[in-house]
């Protein structure tokens, strides 16, 4: 998949009238074409790189770069050209700032709800966990809390992938005879340690 990539688009393009040509020396007019240069995310435009100024000779039909051209060809296009880049080539790069703040947000608020469940279990709390032999994820349900336990009864299937745990928390894969307690210290513990990763609270 192509994340990114590179585009140019033609920003503006007219005539500088009695300009001479350092390749013909010619006192003449010459066509310019004023590129702007974009990195796109995603398909979305987001922001410009640059600009590319071609100029050619109306009479001997050389082109230069506005760049590598005298002075004074420079200072007139300066005078003559606005190529400022159009407000919505940003916009694309506000979009994905604002994108990455909401991420950046809904994980920071996933962290302080978990903490927030861990201090306050609930029955019905799902909690992701790490089998410690293999390298895999399944889930624990709480279905009892006392004074100072946690019953939870676990999850029979596992999953290598923590982002598809959605597809195994599901009510027939959580069976009587594999109950567990913890003390609701553990749990804090286990929270700690990273042997529970995940709360979730349906
Ligand atoms: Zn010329």
Not at 64 to 90: D, G, M, Y
Request: with cysteine; aromatic share 12%.
């Amino acid at each position: 998949m192509i994340l990114w990539g590179k585009r140019e688009k033609k920003l503006k393009e007219g005539r500088l009238q009695q300009v001479t040509c350092p390749e013909c020396h010619s006192l003449t007019s010459m066509h310019y074409i004023v590129f702007g240069r974009y990195i796109d995310v995603f398909w979305i435009p987001t922001f410009p790189i640059g600009k590319k100024k071609i100029i050619e000779c109306d009479k001997c039909t050389e082109q230069f770069f506005l760049k590598n051209l005298p002075q004074p060809i420079k200072a007139k296009f300066k005078t003559e050209v606005s190529t400022r880049h159009s407000i919505w080539s940003f916009s694309g790069l506000v979009a994905i700032i604002s994108l990455i703040s909401l991420l950046i947000f809904v994980v920071v608020k996933d962290d302080i709800n978990d903490k927030n469940y861990i201090n306050n279990p609930m029955i019905g709390d799902v909690y992701t966990i790490k089998l410690e032999r293999k390298d895999r994820y399944t889930t624990m349900k709480i279905t009892e809390i006392t004074q100072d336990s946690i019953i939870v009864i676990y999850n029979i299937e596992s999953t290598p992938r923590r982002a598809k745990i959605y597809s195994i928390d599901k009510a027939k894969n959580y069976m009587e005879f594999s109950k567990d307690r913890f003390s609701k210290q553990d749990i804090k513990d286990l929270y700690h340690e990273k042997f529970i990763y995940e709360v979730d609270r349906h």
